[in-house]
């Protein structure tokens, strides 16, 4: 989005009082358990801290905003703490969450959301109109497939404003843009290379945050001689952020053509569950960071479900860099250094990173069902010929 300034002017008003309309709910919420009493409603918020508060002379300014903007603020601090208590009962996957806290006029990031209830729209010359802000000037990125729902209008660290739309879309049409194919394929996810197929396809690790780190480094160190609280202490903290942005930009451009290029070639796709965080820990961390490997997987994991692929996380603890791809005979640990290996048993030279692609697809057709669902089936011995699997099951072939 291109606002001019007057528009500009309009979204900051509008984010600033979403975020005070958040502070006050929270701060109410934290007053009544901090006496004992139980929570306010949301209807109970939403009356006290928008309407009443318009007619206050020290919160009159909120009647400068669409009201659906903070009607969804106090949705937002809503489900923070419905999450919050989700994570405290252990009802809610993933890490911890801590309590909602205050936002800041200074956080990187800020946001309003418009409802179909605003009576926003998009006008005959694809300008995006929304109320007491305006028409606003929008470069597309494509054609929007349905109507939207909702338009959430986000402005990033380095002052860049976008629009994200809610839309519901038909199933069966996404799954039939992609068209049929029997391929499966193993990912060995790297960092000498990003990735290497099964197939013996080798995907060059770009280094996005490696190339920019001179240009960062001088960005920074214009930012450090500059006095703070100055307006050129302002400018050079957008220098760096701008900077910053082109790096992620780049290196989600990346994974959204690798991983729409792997879903379309292939019906299934097995891939290790890596544990970044641990590995964010260690001597490597930047360069984990750089690779952005945890995007890349939820991409590939979403973009499957919408059109009807199979993706596969094998166990992280899989022996795939130990184990000869052809006999199957584990050759112990090895150190990274070490990128091609003879199997002892057989006298098979591997590509490190090609064996471990190899084993990562064998290993996701002994792990998963025809149905999908995790198995462990017994260890059956095999013969010679027939050790390992053959790719994904099929049919009824489970186990």
């Not at 009544?32 to 508060?53: N, V, Y």
Request: a positive charge; one cysteine or more; charged letters at 25%.
């Amino acid at each position: 989005m291109y606002p001019d300034a007057a528009q500009q002017a309009g979204l900051a008003r509008a984010f600033g009082c979403a975020r005070v309309v958040f502070n006050d709910a929270v701060r109410a919420r934290e007053d009544a358990r901090a006496e004992g009493k139980p929570f306010p409603k949301a209807a109970e918020l939403s009356k006290q801290l928008i309407t009443q508060a318009k007619q206050t002379k020290a919160r009159s300014w909120l009647g400068e905003v669409s009201a659906v903007v903070l009607q969804q603020s106090l949705r937002d601090a809503e489900a923070a703490y419905r999450n919050f208590f989700a994570s405290l009962k252990g009802e809610r996957k993933g890490p911890k969450l801590g309590a909602p806290r205050f936002k800041s006029r200074k956080d990187n990031l800020q946001s309003v959301r418009f409802t179909a209830n605003a009576r926003w729209n998009i006008t005959g010359s694809g300008r995006l109109n929304l109320p007491k802000i305006g028409a606003v000037k929008v470069k597309w990125s494509r054609t929007l497939p349905a109507t939207p729902s909702s338009v959430t209008v986000v402005k990033d660290a380095a002052g860049r404003y976008f629009a994200s739309f809610v839309l519901d879309t038909d199933p069966a049409a996404d799954a039939a843009r992609m068209a049929a194919t029997d391929r499966t394929i193993g990912i060995d996810l790297g960092l000498t290379h990003f990735a290497v197929l099964s197939d013996g396809t080798k995907i060059d690790s770009p280094r996005f945050l490696r190339r920019a780190e001179k240009k960062l480094k001088k960005a920074h160190k214009e930012l450090s001689r500059k006095q703070k609280g100055s307006k050129n202490r302002v400018k050079a903290r957008l220098r760096v952020a701008r900077a910053h942005a082109r790096v992620a930009d780049a290196r989600r451009e990346f994974h959204h053509q690798l991983s729409t290029k792997l879903i379309s070639e292939n019906q299934g796709i097995a891939v290790e569950d890596l544990s970044v965080k641990a590995l964010a820990r260690t001597r490597l961390a930047k360069s984990v960071h750089d690779a952005g490997w945890a995007s890349f997987l939820n991409m590939l994991q979403y973009k499957a479900e919408r059109y009807g692929r199979t993706l596969v996380r094998i166990d992280r603890f899989e022996p795939t860099s130990q184990t000869c791809s052809t006999c199957g005979a584990v050759d112990g640990p090895k150190p990274l250094n070490v990128r091609e290996w003879t199997c002892s048993a057989c006298g098979t030279v591997h590509d490190r990173d090609h064996n471990a692609a190899i084993n990562v697809k064998q290993a996701a057709g002994l792990a998963v069902s025809a149905c999908g669902a995790p198995v462990r089936p017994e260890a059956i011995p095999a013969q010679r010929e027939e050790t390992g699997s053959h790719g994904f099951p099929t049919g009824n072939r489970a186990a």
